[in-house]
């Protein structure tokens, strides 16, 4: 049911798969519906780029559709006529803007372009004034990533120029912040102070600031429109904190084989970790080419990842492999683990921001890379 909306492959069946992954679509729009209570008469509207942070466009859009969210934000066109084909009169928002020759692209499933320079905004209303009529598009202003967008003076003096305003209809202004997961920053108050600045030369237009953690900064800078993604999908937007969220995805594999390995023998490529008296080890059926990163190997010196086995904590023994990881399991009673059991990768405690962690990473790459190989069991949105 998913083979298009996941790459080549045709939709793996649980039998097929070494690993199952499975996506709480109940918990996602429990989270935007508690992000929607959170900034009041704001609007919530819902990032799903990058395949809805990898766990499925389609689902994510017809299970946040069905919630109420009407405003979506994705990376590039082809994500938007994806949205578009699950959520016909949504607003659809391209984050990454306008490429020189794209405007009709973005016309033929009603996007709106995220405008972040003057170039882009010319090319936009010319393509207007040509005959397509004053179509939407959003105002990206720079207050401080200096990635994409207009400057905030570059912006004030667009806010005058009422002759190439009145080409389109700049129907949202935005900006995004740099370290809103990290609230004693100044850089949040800096950028809030420069974003009001900028929103108030746009009367009538819509303004959104906030991203996941933006939403929970002291200064609530919630505007017109928030626009989390993270946070929808189970990520913590308060890293300091205790996270708020439900998580929405759960990740397990099979163990393919258990063995003794005798005291000082290595296990895994490179020998980079070596068993210190005789350790169980469980071969799981998942691997880097699955989007585990190799990062999160586990050497005697350094942990690494961890599944949790029978309800025990389970280090990663070794390097991981293409398609396999190897755990030391010694912890585990014998008889509580058997050849094709499941264990768990993501979930039972081991929320994506810690495995984000112990790869050396976030847990956003964590989401993102979820591989195409799994068996994927979504969870219905109401029951
Ligand atoms: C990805 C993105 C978001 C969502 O950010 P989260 O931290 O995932 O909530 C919001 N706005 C912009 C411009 C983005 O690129």
């Known amino acids: 049911m998913t083979s298009a909306a996941h ?16 996506i709480d679509l109940a918990a996602l729009v ?9 900034v009041g008469s704001a609007e919530t509207a819902a990032v799903v780029k990058a395949d809805a942070y990898g766990i499925g466009i389609e689902q994510a859009v017809s299970a946040l559709y069905g919630a109420g969210c009407r405003t979506f934000f994705v ?21 990454n803007g306008l490429l020189p020759g794209t ?3 973005y016309r033929a499933h009603d996007l709106r372009p995220v405008l972040g320079s003057l170039e882009e905004i010319e090319e936009w209303a010319a393509f207007c ?7 939407p598009a959003a105002l990206h202003v720079d207050t401080g990533m200096n990635r994409l967008g207009l400057r905030v003076e570059a912006a004030v003096q667009l806010a005058e ?12 202004v935005m900006s995004h912040l740099v370290s809103a997961e990290e609230p004693d920053d100044p850089i949040n108050a800096r950028q809030i102070a420069a974003f009001s600045h900028v929103r108030e030369r746009f009367a009538g237009v819509l303004a959104s600031l906030a991203n996941s953690s933006g939403i929970f ?10 626009r989390p993604g993270y946070a929808l999908y189970g990520g913590n937007p308060t890293p300091e904190r205790a996270n708020p969220m439900r998580p929405v995805v759960q990740l397990e594999a099979r163990v393919i084989q258990l063995r003794w390995t005798p005291d000082g023998e290595t296990v895994g490529y490179n020998g980079h970790w070596t068993a210190q008296g005789r350790r169980r080890i469980a071969t799981l059926s998942v691997g880097y080419a699955d989007g585990y990163l190799r990062t999160a190997s586990g050497t005697n010196l350094k942990a690494g990842g961890e599944a ?10 070794g390097r991981i492999s293409m398609d396999l990881i190897t755990l030391d399991v010694s912890a585990v009673p014998e008889g509580a683990i058997q050849r094709g059991d499941k264990v768990t990768l993501i979930g039972n405690g081991l929320t994506i921001d810690e495995v984000g962690k112990r790869a050396g990473t976030i847990g956003y790459e964590i989401l993102t890379s979820l591989g195409r190989r799994y068996h994927r069991r979504y969870l219905p949105a109401t029951v």
């Open 7 to 22: 790459g080549p492959c045709p939709a793996v069946g649980e039998d097929e798969a070494g690993g199952l992954l499975t």
């Open 30 to 38: 429990a989270n935007w519906r508690a992000l929607a209570a959170r």
């Open 75 to 95: 990376a590039h066109p082809v994500e938007g006529r994806r949205v578009r084909a699950a959520a016909p009169d949504a607003v659809i928002y391209v984050l």
């Open 103 to 105: 405007a009709a692209a």
């Open 129 to 135: 004034r040509a005959g397509a009529g004053r179509l």
């Open 161 to 172: 120029n009422t002759e190439l305003l009145g080409a389109f209809t700049p129907s949202l």
């Open 217 to 226: 900064l002291p200064q609530a800078p919630h505007f017109d429109l928030v």
């Open 308 to 317: 949790v086995v029978a309800g025990v904590r389970c280090p990663f023994a």
